[in-house]
């Protein structure tokens, strides 16, 4: 079952824009960082952005300054607005976050890798 649940992926045009949405449970959301992958058919699975709970954000060279990921603490959501959208983004968009572990009942640390995932959102730019 999934933690997460991505919504917003749609079929554009070459240079349009979609907002995507990831929501989580309190308990998950941004506690220890959070991201955005995609995995266009056929190829594997690519970061394409993060976020950590300072508010860093960081992207690949690719989608910089057409995606920006940006949370919402009071709904618990993750954001990524892609704009300027080309036929080369289109894939299934995941969003996911890292894991961290407990010690009697209260957090202990952060893991570094991202354990937690959605089932994904569709996005598809045509020419």
């Known amino acids: 079952q999934a933690q997460l649940m991505e919504s917003g992926g749609d079929s554009v045009q070459d240079g349009g824009s979609l907002r995507l949405s990831c929501t989580t449970s309190d308990y998950i959301f941004n506690k220890c960082g959070m991201a955005w992958f995609r995995q266009p058919q056929g190829k594997e699975r690519e970061l394409v952005s993060s976020?950590?709970?300072?508010?860093?954000?960081s992207y690949i060279d690719s989608v910089k300054d057409r995606f920006a990921v940006s949370p919402d603490d009071s709904k618990n959501t993750l954001y990524l607005q892609m704009d300027n959208l080309r036929p080369e983004d289109t894939a299934v968009y995941f969003c996911?976050?890292?894991?961290?572990?407990?010690?009697?009942?209260?957090?202990?640390?952060?893991?570094?890798?991202?354990?937690?995932w959605g089932q994904g959102t569709q996005v598809t730019v045509s020419s």
């Open positions: 976020i950590s709970p300072d508010g860093t954000s």
């Open positions: 996911a976050a890292i894991g961290y572990r407990k010690r009697y009942g209260r957090f202990e640390f952060c893991t570094s890798n991202y354990e937690y």
